[in-house]
T-cell receptor, first 118, second 117 residues
Framework: DGGITQSPKYLFRKEGQNVTLSCEQN?????MYWYRQDPGQGLRLIYY???????QKGDIAEGYSVSREKKESFPLTVTSAQKNPTAFYLC?????????????????FGEGSRLTVL | AQKITQTQPGMFVQEKEAVTLDCTYD???????LFWYKQPSSGEMIFLIY??????QNATEGRYSLNFQKARKSANLVISASQLGDSAMYFC??????????????FGTGTRLTVIP
């Protein structure tokens, strides 16, 4: 089945360590996104990419890095510079323009990765 | 200013009754899209319904309908005949522009809906 796969589902990290969250999609979507969700808050955009080897910062990019070497893959690295990394991370993808899904441009989401810093 | 405002942190509804979840938005762009997503306790985001700024009619998808009042900048979600499985977080989101590139969405803080048997 087509979809977005995030791994790991749960991850624990010690302070000062970098950690990489995986995101793979087989929907042939050009655009991919990383969002962060904290309790009681909505989703905030970290990074997004419209094409291979190119990506743009979102609203809260500090302390994070990404790469887009393949169309299907958009891994997110949470670096030690991220002051408060404990959160739920969601990866999403879409076509470019308003054509995803039923022509709405909707984002398709993975099941998320929950990162806890000990 | 917040682009998306959801003022109801939590809502309760009796099973089989209808419920309205509020959403107001703020944009100066004449072209935009409004989305509602459902997030069950498992965490995944499920797309429910979409309304484009130029759509003349309110969107409907099964038991979901969107009460779009453009002048008031509101896009309330109406769920009819509530079911126990509707208990979840609900997020309103907006995309500004015609969406020719990436579809970055701005999200509200969500409303937790609990359906009572």
């Amino acid at each position: 089945d087509g979809g977005i796969t995030q791994s790991p589902k749960y991850l624990f990290r010690k302070e000062g360590q970098n950690v990489t969250l995986s995101c793979e999609q087989n929907l042939n979507h050009d655009a991919m996104y990383w969002y962060r969700q904290d309790p009681g808050q909505g989703l905030r955009l970290i990074y997004y990419s419209q094409i291979v080897n190119d990506f743009q910062k979102g609203d809260i990019a500090e302390g994070y890095s990404v790469s887009r070497e393949k169309k299907e893959s958009f891994p997110l690295t949470v670096t030690s510079a991220q002051k408060n990394p404990t959160a739920f991370y969601l990866c999403a993808s879409s076509t470019l323009g308003g054509t995803s899904g039923r022509g709405t441009g909707e984002l398709f989401f993975g099941e998320g990765s929950r990162l806890t810093v000990l | 200013a917040q682009k998306i405002t959801q003022t109801q942190p939590g809502m309760f509804v009796q099973e089989k009754e209808a419920v309205t979840l509020d959403c107001t938005y703020d944009t100066s762009d004449p072209s935009y899209g409004l989305f509602w997503y459902k997030q069950p306790s498992s965490g995944e985001m499920i797309f429910l319904i979409y309304q484009g700024s130029y759509d003349q009619q309110n969107a409907t998808e099964g038991r979901y309908s969107l009460n779009f009042q453009k002048a008031r900048k509101s896009a309330n979600l109406v769920i009819s005949a509530s079911q126990l499985g509707d208990s979840a977080m609900y997020f309103c989101a907006m995309r500004e522009g015609r969406g020719t590139g990436a579809n970055n969405l701005f999200f509200g803080t969500g409303t937790r809906l609990t359906v009572i048997p």
